[in-house]
């Protein structure tokens, strides 16, 4: 349901009236605040051809809280939004398909007190389901998956792990793994970059994703793997 594109942690145990009310367990080194915030422009590549771009946003609100948007044109046309303390602790979640009047809202999503609740609507019939699911302690919503795994401790061979939830695969466990620096190069440069990969392991199947952030200074995505074969890259980005 993320499609999508790019694909969002710890050093104090912190929560707020709004969120799950837990502490997260997401990672010991893991924390937001690691995170540059902005505006990020994608190019989305499929077999090398051109699919379209997405423009995500990380913004700081107030003391705990940070906000991540994508819009996505072209070929994935989306809109989603995800709220999440700065230990990754989800608050809240929507997301919409298509672009203009084709817009149509998918699911809207609170979490709170370890649990998911909220309302998607059934692909096949349009009709509205209700969600109301309990989660794990370790919870990420999985719009901002990709965050967490790019802000653990950049030091090859790291190993980290937490889970992810969406409204309609549900839990879904991540284990993932620091692979090593790398040189990246995208539309908005050559970069010094490190390489995270981890596995989201699904009900039916498992997917795999790659992610490399610059090796120095606020994390940025700069490059993400698809496990179909899609590529996002970072054409530019503002303060």
Same mark, same amino acid.
């Given at each position: 349901?993320?499609?999508?594109?790019?694909?969002?942690?710890?050093?104090?145990?912190?929560?707020?009236?709004?969120?799950?009310?837990?502490?997260?367990?997401?990672?010991?080194?893991?924390?937001?605040?690691?995170?540059?915030?902005?505006?990020?422009?994608? =190019?989305?590549?499929? #077999?090398?051809?051109?699919?379209?771009?997405?423009?995500?946003?990380?913004? +700081? @609100?107030?003391? !705990? *809280?940070?906000?991540?948007?994508?819009?996505?044109?072209?070929?994935?046309?989306?809109?989603?939004?995800?709220?999440?303390?700065?230990?990754?602790?989800?608050?809240?979640?929507?997301?919409?398909?298509?672009?203009?009047?084709?817009?149509?809202? =998918?699911?809207?999503? #609170?979490?709170?007190?370890?649990?998911?609740?909220?309302?998607?609507?059934? +692909? @096949?019939?349009? !009709? *509205?389901?209700?969600?109301?699911?309990?989660?794990?302690?370790?919870?990420?919503?999985?719009?901002?998956?990709?965050?967490?795994?790019?802000?653990?401790?950049?030091?090859?061979?790291?190993?980290?792990?937490?889970?992810?939830?969406?409204?309609?695969?549900?839990?879904?466990?991540?284990?993932?793994?620091?692979?090593?620096?790398?040189?990246?190069?995208?539309?908005?440069?050559?970069?010094?970059?490190?390489?995270?990969?981890?596995?989201?392991?699904?009900?039916?199947?498992?997917?795999?994703?790659?992610?490399?952030?610059?090796?120095?200074?606020?994390?940025?995505?700069?490059?993400?793997?698809?496990?179909?074969?899609?590529?996002?890259?970072?054409?530019?980005?503002?303060?």
């Amino acid at each position: 349901m993320r499609y999508a594109l790019l694909s969002v942690t710890v050093l104090a145990l912190a929560t707020t009236g709004s969120s799950m009310g837990h502490s997260s367990s997401v990672g010991s080194r893991a924390n937001a605040e690691q995170l540059k915030t902005g505006r990020f422009l994608y =190019r989305t590549l499929v #077999n090398g051809k051109d699919a379209g771009r997405s423009e995500i946003s990380i913004s +700081k @609100s107030g003391p !705990n *809280k940070f906000v991540f948007t994508n819009h996505v044109s072209g070929a994935f046309a989306q809109r989603w939004e995800a709220i999440a303390t700065a230990v990754f602790v989800p608050v809240s979640a929507k997301l919409a398909f298509g672009e203009g009047d084709k817009l149509r809202s =998918r699911f809207e999503l #609170n979490y709170r007190e370890e649990r998911a609740t909220g309302w998607r609507l059934e +692909k @096949s019939t349009g !009709n *509205k389901i209700d969600i109301d699911v309990k989660v794990l302690p370790d919870t990420v919503d999985q719009r901002i998956d990709w965050d967490p795994a790019m802000s653990q401790e950049l030091v090859p061979g790291h190993e980290f792990s937490f889970s992810v939830f969406d409204p309609v695969t549900q839990i879904s466990r991540v284990t993932g793994r620091v692979v090593g620096p790398e040189t990246v190069n995208v539309p908005a440069g050559t970069f010094a970059a490190i390489r995270i990969v981890y596995r989201m392991e699904k009900p039916e199947h498992n997917e795999t994703y790659q992610v490399f952030t610059n090796a120095k200074g606020p994390r940025i995505l700069l490059k993400e793997e698809f496990p179909d074969g899609a590529i996002g890259e970072l054409v530019r980005f503002n303060e």
